[in-house]
């Protein structure tokens, strides 16, 4: 459901177009959108107005070829027209500046939920509080949130439309997003700054749940005790972010698919070829670099892993031999 | 930087009683003079904002990694900076001398001025060069190749070699190098430039009525010396 | 460089009369700048903590301003060269304040990713 | 060369520059101005077609959603190129190298520039750097914008174009400012006699505003090349985070020459539509001195604001704050402009030849340009806005709508000047509104696209964005269709052309009062200055003898 531009206004322009206000600050940045518009159609309107009007009235014709005589400067006049644009803009950039600081204070509603973003060529991976790590981001509507965003190769910038929100994920340092969702539902994720041959591809969910409960019963889901190795395994791919590049139903995607790898004959990107086994999947896991399968981009960053994990990965791999 | 008279007819006046290095578009030798001084200021305007960058990576640098700067800062012998300041600010005289021995038409003393110039320049440039030597081979190279040897970690004051060694040591010699680099750059080609002016001192085409180079070649040569006033106390004292 | 007042054209016609600078006046500049030098060795000795900066720095521009207006003849020549030179020194001088203004607030950013880095051990 | 006896001006002397030598080397190695502009002229109109089928290209394969045309990775190559040589080649030494280097000595009075062989080196310059561009994009191309923001544009894995790409940024750099330093020594030190500072033609006081603009941004430009140069081959720990580096450090000195850039592009045009719009009304500009303290104003408050482009980019909040107010100030010199060039319509005699039709384009796209930048200059909106096809369509109007249209006037304007011959002016008109349209159709579906949260730079994208995309795709070849007319005709009237008189249009400045091709040497002996838009006296002898003033009227 499109909100309509202004709900005061509702022009048929932009309605329509301007995307779900999901964040409580979508409000304010959609009123300063519309008095800019306004503003901004006014003096369209006079400009292209007075140039239809007087190329109109004092066209060239056989009747009247020389201008009538008129002044050639009238500093009161300047001086009007210096003045009022000045005086509109600073109303404008006292109004924007005001909504600015409103975005990035931290709001009233309990305390924060902090998130640690992490961006990579092209993917995004959130770790939520109690260690849930996921592709897609999990808030909770009504409670402030704050996003502590890191990029571990090359700017991003996380962009959420429906927020009104956008920061890059600089290398080397955190930047900080703060912001309450107010509307519970599922908002796309993009990235606003290059970053790269899937750039476009590089989406993600915000997942807004109505309540803190339903969030909590997320939370829970697959940190149950693992009863065996190949559970591990599969813990790792969903915590470790192995799911980004990886798919387990035979596309290739960032990185090569899981399915039917065990065992498999890998050609390498040099050419040479090696069978898939314990050996090869670890060091993989902690040098990506070494090994890296034809046609693919070495863009895997090494994924410390301990000795039961290792285990656990590889025994997972195995049971992907036919089904998922 | 001003035109010597091209091959084109139709100047205002006769055309053999137009001096020989008055440009076909000025009136007079004072109007040529007068746009070519004007010329060269404005070069000499966006050589400053061309060092303003490098000076911007020295800011910045230094405000965010005081502890960098204080320990590195000790890895150059500030006597060789001293020394090159006073070879640099008496090249600068000499060169505003030339100046005076060309207005004045004292062809022995231009000849004299300019070769001084050129010598002291020389003089800095080994200087720099010995400077350079001397950390190369101690491996203190700059950015991901700094790896200073252990002699030159001797010569450090026994406080310093106390302090951790701070992170990114390189990232200071890149900026050291940069700098001092593109300066270094800059006086190489005013050495060239005072070759061209002494080759045509020799032939004698400068005198009271046309000494245009002689000026600019100088203004370029005395903002090379600024620059070089601004770059020693930063690298060589704080 | 908003000097543009309707000032009088630059001279146009006629020889300028060229500035020749006596020998008392250059070799008085050689030796200030000498003396400057001197004194911003013997003020880096002493201990000021930030103040040593801008000390270094205030004798660093009062010698540039010697060479300018002496040795290139900015004190008697035609003005706009002058207002070039201090336009151009003006913007150099926002880009370097605005800049260092800039990545000193964002530092702590920086400095909280490399104790992260440094406190896994990388 | 036939001059009008008795009539004719009795400066001119010489045959006409044209005519002044022959072969390749007097023109490669001329000092002539006028043989610079030209030859400037046919460079950059070369980088004006190669950039734009590389626009075709990038629309092309945004038909669809999920691409297809072209390989992301080709894609990416091809926006980098795009963007690099439209604003390097083409956008920034368009006016003031093309036509600014031809008309600036004759609305002086001058024989030429005060260093006519800085002109030439300065031309060879953007040649070397234009060749270095090709290389680039036979090397294999860079595809990291043509912003190249490291990390990503320094990359080890991004091979060597990107050596080639800043060695041409440095060396194109440095073409901008010998032409900037070049205009102003002439401007400041070669006005004739009887020609103060507000006797100047507007034009020259716009090229006066982009010459300081030229000397101080250009060689931030060339030293930020030069740092990520050597970044990248020595890992200097500048600007790559893995060696201690900061790439916001890069943005920052990026941007403190880009944005002065973009008024390097847009001043020179705003100094066009001054002129044109004068003399089509045939009426003296209205507001003379506003309108030449708004150009130097907005070259000067134009170096205060570069930090708009960072607001999300990680600069600090009061850094963003004081960039948003000063943004906000550049605004108001541009609309003092358009309200004083609106003011010089007014109760003029307005003759609709192409060059007016251009311009009366420039005023509608240059509204819209101008006042979409309150968008992203406020900090609110900025946040929501930025790196979206909002973006993308704001500059686009305010470069290739109202820099290539006054673009466009000031070529229909100055070329029976330039070539001696009478441009035909029902192409001129039909290309005029070819390129209006189809501008429109081309950039206003980006301004919904983008406000809809399609971010730029997307080799594929959402299909809701679809229809916005497709209606911009077309837009493209209907505008890429005007311009062919306009070049067509342009191209048809050097060989069938009327022949044009010396002042076919009416006009008081010096340039009119030289035959059309003028002199090799512009004029016998320097006339003397006179007011620029005082079109008293002046009569339109015939359609082949143009406008002839009546003898001691007039004479400033």
Redesign the interface.
């Known amino acids: 459901m499109r909100q309509p531009l202004h709900s005061l206004l509702g022009t048929v322009l932009a309605a329509g177009y301007l995307p779900e206000r999901a964040s409580s600050v979508a409000e304010g940045v959609d009123r300063i959108f519309g008095f800019i518009f306004w503003l901004s159609a006014f003096f369209l309107a006079l400009i292209l107005a007075l140039t239809v009007l007087f190329v109109a009235r004092y066209r060239k014709r056989p009747s009247r070829t020389e201008p009538e005589p008129s002044p050639s400067q009238n500093l009161r006049l300047e001086l009007v027209w210096s003045a009022i644009p000045l005086a509109l803009v600073m109303v404008v950039f006292a109004v924007s500046t005001r909504t600015y600081f409103r975005m990035s204070e931290p709001e009233a509603g309990g305390p924060a939920l902090r998130i640690q973003v992490t961006a990579r060529r092209w993917s995004w991976w959130f770790e939520h509080p109690g260690g849930k790590g996921a592709g897609d981001l999990h808030l909770v509507a009504g409670r402030p949130t704050e996003l502590v965003m ?1 990029s571990t190769d090359v700017i991003h910038s996380l962009y959420l439309p429906d927020f009104r929100l956008k920061q890059d994920a600089v290398p ?5 997003l703060a912001f309450k969702p107010i509307l519970p539902g599922r908002f796309t994720i993009t990235c606003a700054e290059f970053c790269g041959t899937d750039h476009s591809r590089m989406t993600a969910q915000a997942v807004v749940h109505p309540d803190q409960a339903s969030f909590d019963a997320w939370a829970r889901e697959g940190t149950q005790a693992a009863a065996t190795l190949a559970d591990v395994g599969r813990a790792i791919y969903a915590a470790k972010g192995c799911i980004a590049c990886h798919s387990l139903d035979g596309t290739p995607r960032v990185g090569p698919t899981f399915k039917n790898l065990w065992g498999k004959e890998e050609k390498l990107a040099d050419g040479t070829s090696v069978r898939v086994d314990e050996e090869y999947v670890r060091e993989s896991i902690l040098k990506p670099g070494a090994k890296v399968v034809a046609g693919f981009a070495n863009v895997m960053p090494p994924v410390p892993l301990d000795e039961r994990e290792m285990q656990g990965v590889a025994a997972w791999l195995q049971t992907l031999r036919d089904g998922p | 930087m001003t035109a010597p008279g091209t091959d084109r007819a139709g100047a205002t006046m006769p055309a053999e009683d137009r001096p020989r290095f008055l440009a076909i578009q000025f ?5 040529q ?2 746009t070519g ?2 010329g060269i ?2 070069f ?3 050589e ?2 061309f ?3 490098l ?2 990576a020295y ?2 640098y230094r ?2 990694h005081h502890e960098l700067f204080r320990y590195a800062r000790h890895f150059l012998d ?1 006597r060789l900076g ?1 020394l090159n ?2 070879v640099l ?2 090249s ?2 000499s ?3 030339s ?2 021995c060309a ?2 038409g004292q062809r022995r003393g231009l000849h004299a001025t300019l070769l001084a110039t050129f010598a002291l320049a020389g003089v800095f440039m080994a200087v720099k060069v010995v400077e350079y030597s001397h950390k190369l081979h101690n491996g203190v190279g700059w950015g991901a190749s700094c790896h200073p040897s252990e002699e030159i970690l001797a010569t450090l004051p026994a406080a310093v070699r106390a302090l951790p060694a701070p ?1 990114h040591l390189g990232t200071f010699f890149s900026v050291y190098y940069l700098m001092t680099g593109l300066h270094g750059l800059h006086v190489l080609v005013g050495m060239g430039l005072y070759l061209w002016l002494l080759g045509r001192a020799h032939r004698g085409d400068f005198g ?2 046309y ?1 245009g180079p002689v000026d600019t070649v ?2 370029y040569w ?1 903002l090379v ?2 620059i070089w ?2 770059l ?3 690298f060589y ?2 | ?2 000097d ?1 007042t ?2 009088a ?8 009369i ?1 500035h ?2 006596p ?1 008392s006046v ?2 008085g ?2 030796v200030a ?2 003396a400057l ?1 001197a004194l ?2 013997v003020a ?1 000795r002493l201990d000021l903590g930030q103040a ?2 801008v000390v ?2 205030a ?2 521009c009062l ?2 301003s010697v ?2 207006l ?3 003849h900015l004190a008697w ?2 003005r ?2 002058l207002v ?2 201090v ?3 003006l ?2 001088v ?3 304040g ?10 702590p ?2 400095r ?3 104790a992260q880095l440094r406190g896994k051990g990388r | 060369m036939t001059t009008i006896a008795g009539t004719a001006p009795a400066l001119a002397a010489g045959e006409s520059y044209l005519e002044h030598g022959h072969g390749l080397r007097s023109w490669l190695l001329t000092l002539d101005h006028k043989r610079i502009g030209i030859m400037y002229l046919a460079a950059i109109t070369g980088a004006l077609l190669l950039g734009g089928v590389f626009a075709l290209v990038l629309r092309l394969n945004l038909w669809r959603p999920a691409g297809g045309l072209v390989s992301n990775d080709v894609y990416n190559k091809l926006f980098t190129l795009h963007g690099a040589v439209m604003v390097f080649l083409f956008v920034i030494p368009g006016i003031p190298a093309a036509l600014g280097n031809f008309v600036l000595p004759l609305q002086l009075g001058a024989k030429d520039l005060a260093f006519p062989r800085v002109n030439l080196i300065s031309w060879w310059l953007y040649m070397t750097g234009a060749a270095l561009f090709v290389a680039t994009l036979v090397s294999g191309g860079i595809d990291s914008g043509w912003t190249l923001y490291p990390p990503y544009s320094l990359e080890e894995s991004r091979g060597l174009g990107i050596l080639l790409a800043l060695s041409a940024l440095f060396v194109v750099g440095f073409s901008s400012i010998l032409t900037g330093l070049n205009f ?1 020594a002439t401007i ?4 004739p006699r009887g020609m ?3 006797d100047l033609p507007l034009f020259l006081w716009a090229l006066y505003a982009t010459g ?1 603009i030229q000397i ?1 941004a250009t060689p ?1 430009l060339g030293i930020t090349a030069a740092m990520g140069f050597l970044e990248r081959l020595f890992h200097l720990g500048i600007f790559m985070p893995e060696y201690g580096g ?1 790439p ?2 890069f943005q ?2 990026f941007w ?1 020459y880009s944005h002065p850039a973009v008024y390097i592009m847009i001043l020179p045009a705003m100094g066009i539509v001054s002129e044109v719009v004068s003399v089509f009304s045939r009426k003296p500009i209205f507001g003379y001195r506003f309108i030449a303290m708004s150009s ?1 104003a907005i070259a ?1 408050i134009g ?2 604001v570069w ?1 708009h482009h960072m607001f999300v980019s ?6 963003s704050l004081v960039f948003s107010f000063l943004t906000f100030l550049v605004a108001v010199p541009s609309a003092i402009k358009t309200f004083n060039w609106l003011a010089t319509l007014y109760k003029g005699a307005i003759d609709l030849k192409t060059p007016m039709i251009y311009v009366l384009a420039f005023f509608a796209i240059f509204g819209v340009g101008g006042l979409t930048g309150l968008f992203l200059g406020a900090l609110a909106t900025d946040v929501a806005l930025h790196d979206t096809y909002f973006v993308v369509a704001h500059f686009h109007f305010v470069m290739v709508g109202a820099e290539l249209t006054a673009f466009l006037a000031g070529l229909h304007y100055w070329w029976p000047k330039m070539t001696g011959r009478m441009y035909g002016e029902t192409s001129g008109r039909v290309s005029a509104v070819l390129v209006f349209l189809g501008f429109h159709l081309t950039f206003v579906p980006q301004f919904l696209a983008g406000v809809a949260g399609m971010p730029r730079r997307y080799a594929t994208y959402a299909p809701a964005f679809q229809a916005n995309n497709r209606l911009s795709t077309v837009g493209a070849f209907v505008l890429a269709l005007g311009l062919v007319v306009a070049l067509a005709g342009l191209v048809v009237s050097l060989f069938r052309g009327q022949r044009a008189p010396a002042n076919p249009w009416g006009a008081a400045s010096l340039e009119w009062t030289t035959p059309s091709p003028p002199a090799h040497d512009n004029f016998a002996e320097t006339p003397r200055g006179n007011k620029p838009y005082d079109f008293t006296g002046l009569r339109l002898v015939s359609e082949d003898a143009g406008w002839v003033r009546a003898a001691g009227e007039g004479r400033g």
Not at chain 2, 27 to 31: F, K, L, P, W
Not at chain 3, 9 to 16: C, E, F, I, L
Not at chain 3, 98 to 107: A, E, G, M, R
Not at chain 4, 188 to 191: A, G
């Open positions: 890191v080397g340092r955190f930047t900080r | 009136d007079s030798m004072g109007a003079a007068a001084k004007l200021w404005l000499l305007g966006s400053i904002l060092f303003g960058g000076f911007t800011g910045v405000a965010n500030w001293a300041t006073v600010v008496s600068s005289l060169a505003a001398w100046v005076r207005q004045l992170e009271p009525g000494y100088a203004l005395h010396d600024m006033i601004f020693f106390p930063l004292l704080m | 460089m908003t543009d309707a000032s054209p630059a001279p146009r016609h006629g020889a300028a060229p020749v600078l020998p250059l070799l500049a050689a700048l000498f030098t911003t060795v880096s040593n900066v270094a720095l004798i660093a010698k540039a060479v300018a002496v040795f290139m020549e035609n706009f060269q070039v030179l336009i151009s020194a913007f150099a926002l880009l370097v605005f800049v260092v203004f800039d990545t000193t607030q964002y530092q950013d920086l909280a990713k490399e | 102003i400041h030190t070669m006005r103060g500072w507000f300081i101080i931030v900061d916001v450090l920052h000195f403190f130097i000067v170096f205060f930090g990680g600069q600090s909040r009061w850094a």
